[in-house]
Structure formats: structure tokens, C-alpha cells
Nanobody, 115 residues
């Protein structure tokens, strides 16, 4: 299993970023996926989930209406469009299977929201 996240960076409050995750080593098109994040000194938390066929998505309350999860099964990729970013969104963002994430995590992509 390999998960490679990208697209993070420094953004001002209110700004946007689009994260990408390239997946390999498992049958991606049959796997429900998710985005997680881990802020400094805090536990990793679930941000958004998407079913294998993109039929259903779910979001943590703290991102509802601002973030959108999507996927492209032809490219074995999952995305997270993040709008109206807030400073509390500063964290390392990871993708993984949902539920029961793989034990192997990617390196994540750092998102820093600051002015």
C-alpha cells in the first residue's frame, strides 16, 4: 500500500487549497476513502469520507460547507478541496481507507493557515 499526499502549503485565512492523494497497492476503485488531519499536539481526526463509487460523502462538522471530497477511480486518486480556510485548519493532512485505515500511512501534506 502506498499513499502519497500533496498540495499543501501556506495560505491566508479565507483562502483555498486542493489536496491530492495518489493511491496504489490495493483495489482503489472498490475502497471507501477518507481524509484525516493531525494538528500539532493533537490526535489525528477524521475530516471527510467518500464511498468507492462517489455516491456518498460525509464531513466532520468543523468543515461542513467549506470542504469537498472527491475521487477519480481512473487515476487512483482522491482529492480534498478546502475553501474558507481557518487558522485552526493548520495540520498535516492524510488520506487513507475508511473505515479501518491501513496501518501504513503516507507522509501527509502540511497545510498552514496564517496571515
Amino acid at each position: 500500500v502506498q499513499l502519497v499526499e500533496s498540495g499543501g502549503g501556506l495560505v491566508q485565512p479565507g483562502g483555498s487549497l486542493r489536496l491530492s492523494c495518489a493511491a496504489s497497492g490495493f483495489t482503489f476503485s472498490y475502497t471507501d476513502m477518507s481524509w484525516f488531519r493531525q494538528a500539532p499536539g493533537k490526535e489525528r481526526e477524521l475530516v471527510a469520507t467518500i464511498t468507492s463509487d462517489s455516491y456518498s460523502t460525509n464531513y466532520a462538522d468543523f468543515v461542513k460547507g467549506r470542504f469537498t471530497i472527491s475521487r477519480d477511480n481512473a487515476r487512483n486518486a482522491v482529492f480534498l478541496q478546502m475553501n474558507s480556510l481557518k487558522p485552526e485548519g493548520t495540520a498535516v493532512y492524510y488520506c487513507n481507507k475508511h473505515p479501518r485505515p491501513f496501518s501504513s500511512w503516507g507522509q501527509g501534506t502540511q497545510v498552514t493557515v496564517a496571515s
